[in-house]
């Protein structure tokens, strides 16, 4: 039985004018830079101005959004798999009125089911193409095999780095990986950390110079994030720095950053990657 939200929700959708979804993906090289904190928090800024926006937990199982969220998900993916389940259903509320969908047990599961069932999950997924104004992937941990699939799909891959010597290497392993698997997709670094706009913009600048001398890859650059003590005490109260102190600088510098971002002109305009159905599909190729 389809309850009396779900068939609004439903019916709100279909009113709504059919508008570009733009995928995005954030990674890193290293771990621990940043991913999920700049994920959530980005996703609410840009809830604050407007901008639909559902966050997509791809993490192997690791949940770390509902623990920076302090919510238990009643749904994930994977209940796309059961006959009643739509993605209306496994579309969990989270603070700020953030869409989110957790990834459950992780995508390495998703390469093992059978045809039939990896393509009822993925056409279940379609929906949301012209809900949503960005879907915002949140990888996991270093480099995986789900992670570069995921990259190799989007139209956008948001590259999370910090000043450190380490990240940046590996900030430009991926670089390097993507040029050569697909340079179609677009790179944009976010640099988190940073003890001050000057220490951010140099360490983009030197990834830029980098990436256009070796490879001819131009590099931009989403913004930079104030390495703020507010971030870790809003993870200690599960909250989102956004929302447990708006006034922070980390929380100013996501907002700068959802300035640049909505000011970009939106990935699916300009190429013909086909939005959600164009990255699913490719996606699906990648699984195969
Ligand atoms: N701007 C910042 N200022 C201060 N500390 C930060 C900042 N960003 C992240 N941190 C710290 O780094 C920790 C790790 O952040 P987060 O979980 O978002 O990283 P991640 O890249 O998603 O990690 P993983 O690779 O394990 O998924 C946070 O708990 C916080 O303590
Ligand atoms: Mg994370």
Same mark, same amino acid.
Not at 177 to 188: D, E, G, L, T, Y
Not at 216 to 230: A, K, V
């Given at each position: 039985?389809?309850?009396?939200?779900?068939?609004?929700?439903?019916?709100?959708?279909?009113?709504?004018?059919?508008?570009?979804?733009?995928?995005?993906?954030?990674?890193?090289?290293?771990?621990?830079?940043?991913?999920?904190?700049?994920? /959530?928090?980005?996703? +609410?800024?840009?809830?604050?101005?407007?901008?639909? !926006? $559902?966050? &997509? =937990?791809?993490?192997? %199982?690791?949940?770390?959004?509902?623990?920076?969220?302090?919510?238990?998900?009643?749904?994930?993916?994977?209940?796309?798999?059961?006959?009643?389940?739509?993605?209306?259903?496994?579309?969990?509320?989270?603070?700020?009125?953030?869409?989110?969908?957790?990834?459950?047990?992780?995508?390495?599961?998703?390469?093992?089911?059978?045809?039939?069932?990896?393509?009822? /999950?993925?056409?279940? +997924?379609?929906?949301?193409?012209?809900?949503?104004? !960005? $879907?915002? &992937? =949140?990888?996991?941990? %270093?480099?995986?095999?789900?992670?570069?699939?995921?990259?190799?799909?989007?139209?956008?891959?948001?590259?999370?780095?910090?000043?450190?010597?380490?990240?940046?290497?590996?900030?430009?392993?991926?670089?390097?990986?993507?040029?050569?698997?697909?340079?179609?997709?677009?790179?944009?670094?976010?640099?988190?950390?940073?003890?001050?706009?000057?220490?951010?913009?140099?360490?983009?600048?030197?990834?830029?110079?980098?990436?256009?001398?070796?490879?001819?890859?131009?590099?931009?650059?989403? %913004?930079?994030?104030?390495?703020?003590?507010?971030?870790?005490?809003?993870?200690?109260?599960?909250?989102?720095?956004?929302?447990?102190?708006?006034?922070?600088?980390?929380?100013?510098?996501?907002?700068?950053?959802?300035?640049?971002?909505?000011?970009?002109?939106?990935?699916?305009?300009?190429?013909?990657?086909?939005?959600?159905?164009?990255?699913?599909?490719?996606?699906?190729?990648?699984?195969?």
């Amino acid at each position: 039985m389809r309850d009396q939200a779900e068939q609004l929700r439903e019916r709100m959708q279909q009113n709504r004018k059919a508008r570009p979804t733009r995928l995005i993906t954030v990674s890193s090289g290293k771990g621990g830079v940043g991913k999920s904190n700049f994920s /959530l928090n980005f996703g +609410l800024g840009l809830i604050e101005r407007g901008h639909k !926006t $559902i966050l &997509f =937990d791809v993490d192997l %199982g690791l949940a770390n959004l509902d623990v920076l969220m302090g919510i238990s998900p009643r749904h994930n993916l994977f209940h796309l798999l059961e006959p009643d389940k739509t993605v209306w259903d496994i579309l969990e509320r989270g603070p700020g009125n953030l869409e989110f969908i957790a990834g459950g047990s992780g995508f390495t599961q998703i390469m093992q089911l059978e045809d039939a069932k990896l393509d009822r /999950l993925f056409s279940q +997924l379609e929906p949301l193409h012209g809900y949503a104004d !960005t $879907i915002i &992937f =949140d990888t996991g941990a %270093g480099v995986s095999k789900e992670s570069i699939r995921f990259m190799l799909s989007s139209d956008e891959v948001i590259l999370v780095t910090t000043p450190e010597p380490t990240a940046i290497t590996d900030a430009y392993a991926v670089i390097k990986m993507i040029h050569s698997r697909n340079p179609q997709v677009q790179i944009r670094m976010v640099i988190n950390r940073a003890t001050s706009e000057r220490e951010g913009r140099a360490t983009a600048d030197k990834l830029a110079m980098v990436a256009k001398r070796f490879l001819n890859m131009e590099i931009g650059t989403l %913004g930079y994030i104030t390495d703020d003590p507010h971030v870790s005490k809003a993870v200690k109260l599960q909250r989102p720095f956004l929302l447990a102190y708006p006034e922070s600088q980390a929380s100013k510098s996501i907002r700068k950053l959802v300035g640049s971002y909505l000011n970009h002109a939106s990935a699916p305009e300009r190429d013909s990657g086909g939005g959600l159905r164009g990255f699913l599909a490719k996606l699906k190729n990648f699984v195969r």
